[in-house]
């Protein structure tokens, strides 16, 4: 059986590949005139968002270093330009009201600082509900679609929604009129035959406050004022209140999360505006280049080429007594826990991916300036590799894939400064070479058994070929990984494999492990399992 897949050049004639072939991909984010040379060292497939337009560098074409996109495809890497799509200060633009207007609003009317970012000058959340916000953001992405980028990441689009420190994070945010008057269409569009009776009897309006067909939404003088709703019940400093029966409908917005399930006003006015950014940034490329543009954002998105989720602290992913959300990075005493496994966080990721966009790449990153970050450059050397070699390798086994850490933009210890640029090209290339056995994948139906205590399986399959492959990762970890040998695995498979070949970033060479199968139940013996093993069933 032929394993090994010859690494396809993403870009080299400056074509977009797909990201359905992608199986490296790295992180690292310049500012927009900066270059980084570890990307060609690692030579992934691409990197999530290889720069960054922040504040107003990255307003001018000028402005960017566009000559490395060609370095990048000569050694055919696919380049993602990207920009924050919420974070906003005074001087982005010409005037104060601009500013003003462009901001987020609490449900008193007044613009909503974000001081908790600690930035030197005041920042705030750029409306998405503003149409001039959304053309503000299609601006720089069509410089970057200009200079030749190959895909653009959004970042944060649905940032502006919390209400930051000043609230307690409780979501009094994004109560401007734009929003106001698109929840009027919302309202009169969910409930067409409601009279006057019914608002006030559903919601507790009154009657000089009520959504009417026959005067515009956006007047909120004549119309339905939201606003006004809040203070009258009290709710205006804590709108999302289980006292408010419109808060429901309104819909309460999870960072970086767009769920399928959700049909809140919030979800769905977010869902269709953010697919006006996509549809338009690609007709935009395919009207000036005549070629397709990748799009992505930073979390759980519809419409996009891939997912790129950041994993940080008070993430959604898993019900924690302190609401910290799942562990992405794993630390007892400033030390690896390598004994806990991701597998049902990373399973959670792409199903969810899968429900809210189709089977597009899953990608999780360790996002950054926060303690998952730092937890992660603190570790030991040997420890850092050890996090890659074990919760990278659980990603890849679970279906999706790590994004290996070479750089950031807030100045902390590069790949290379922190000596592990050796270690990922010699790491990477295990995946470049075994291609197949990670593309395209989905978690197949059968359960796998281990005769072995600390060692999570998966068993996946190929969605366009139905090759199945085993996966193990070893979680056995007492400052270092303790290899397990000579244990069996079982699965029950729909029917017997002709062979079977083992083959393991951790090993020299492929191996044919000793096994029996009839009836579709095949057993097998591990003779050793170092961090991760991979079993092909051809």
Not at 65 to 74: L, S, V
Not at 360 to 387: A, G
Request: aromatic letters at 14%.
């Amino acid at each position: 059986m032929a394993l090994a897949v010859p690494a396809q050049p993403a870009s080299a004639a400056g074509a977009t590949a797909s990201p359905d072939d992608f199986v490296v991909y790295g992180f690292s984010q310049s500012d927009v005139h900066e270059e980084d040379p570890q990307v060609y060292e690692l030579d992934p497939d691409t990197t999530i968002r290889a720069i960054g337009k922040w504040s107003t560098a990255g307003d001018e074409a000028a402005d960017y270093n566009f000559a490395q996109i060609g370095r990048y495809h000569a050694k055919g890497i696919t380049f993602m330009g990207s920009g924050t799509a919420s974070v906003i200060f005074p001087k982005d633009f010409a005037t104060a009201e601009v500013f003003d207007d462009m901001s987020t609003r609490d449900a008193d009317g007044n613009p909503v600082p974000h001081d908790e970012f600690g930035f030197p000058e005041p920042a705030r959340r750029g409306n998405i509900f503003n149409p001039s916000y959304r053309e503000y953001l299609l601006s720089w992405a069509r410089i970057q679609v200009d200079g030749g980028v190959d895909g653009v990441n959004f970042d944060e689009v649905n940032a502006g929604f919390s209400g930051g420190s000043k609230y307690g994070f409780n979501g009094n945010e994004g109560f401007d009129d734009y929003a106001i008057a698109d929840f009027n269409r919302y309202l009169l569009a969910k409930y067409p035959a409601f009279t006057a009776a019914d608002w006030k009897s559903r919601f507790g309006m009154t009657d000089d406050n009520l959504p009417r067909r026959d005067v515009p939404a956006g007047d909120l003088e004549a119309n339905f004022n939201y606003r006004e709703y809040l203070r009258a019940g009290g709710w205006n400093l804590d709108p999302l209140n289980a006292a408010n029966p419109l808060a429901p409908e309104w819909g309460r917005v999870v960072a970086n999360r767009m769920y399928a399930e959700d049909t809140s006003f919030t979800a769905t006015y977010l869902r269709r505006y953010w697919k006006q950014i996509v549809d338009e940034t690609r007709a935009y490329a395919w009207r000036t280049k005549h070629r397709r543009i990748l799009v992505s954002s930073n979390g759980l998105w519809p419409y996009v080429d891939f997912n790129s989720v950041g994993m940080y602290p008070w993430n959604p992913d898993e019900q924690t007594p302190d609401f910290r959300g799942a562990d992405y990075v794993p630390v007892v005493d400033g030390h690896l826990n390598g004994a806990k496994s991701l597998q049902s966080q990373y399973r959670y990721l792409k199903d969810q991916s899968a429900r809210i966009a189709g089977d597009v790449p899953v990608v999780v990153f360790i996002d950054w300036p926060n303690d998952m970050m730092t937890n992660y450059l603190n570790l030991p050397l040997e420890e850092k590799k050890d996090y890659w070699q074990i919760f990278g390798a659980e990603a890849y086994a679970n279906g999706i894939f790590p994004a290996f850490h070479l750089k950031d933009t807030v100045g902390s210890p590069t790949a290379t400064d922190l000596g592990m640029m050796d270690f990922f090209k010699t790491y990477t290339r295990f995946y470049k070479e075994h291609r197949a056995l990670f593309t395209d994948n989905a978690i197949a139906p059968e359960p796998v058994r281990v005769g072995a205590a600390g060692v999570s399986a998966s068993l996946l399959v190929r969605r366009d070929t139905g090759r199945r492959t085993i996966h193990l990762v070893n979680h056995n970890y007492d400052g270092g990984i303790v290899p397990q040998a000579g244990f069996t695995v079982e699965a029950d498979l729909p029917s017997c494999p002709r062979a079977l070949t083992l083959v393991s970033p951790d090993r020299g060479r492929p191996a044919s492990p000793r096994y029996t199968c009839r009836g579709g139940k095949l057993k097998l013996t591990v003779d050793r399992l170092d961090h991760y093993d991979v079993i092909a069933l051809s």
